[in-house]
């Protein structure tokens, strides 16, 4: 199975962009979490601070940007080359 230098590197560039916003996502989660409402219960999803909504928000704006230009660079790139 022949796989072209530019799928690797797309699948690579993917991957890491996913796990960068998961990580963001679950430190902001973490850090903005409202001590209030402190549950074990998993059937009722833990609230965070109003900050925290802001956040959420900036971190989603940032991965979007993110991932908009990449993929404008990796399109700049040629990967033809041998």
Do not use: C, H, W
């Amino acid at each position: 199975m022949d796989v072209d230098r530019k799928t690797v590197v797309e699948l690579a560039v993917s991957a890491f962009i996913i796990v960068a916003f998961t990580a963001g996502v679950f430190f902001v989660s973490r850090v903005y979490a409202d001590p209030d409402n402190a549950t074990t219960n998993s059937s009722i999803p833990p609230s965070i601070l109003p900050d925290g909504g802001l956040a959420l928000v900036g971190t989603i704006g940032v991965f979007v940007l993110l991932v908009a230009g990449i993929g404008l660079f990796m399109y700049s790139q040629d990967f033809d080359e041998d």
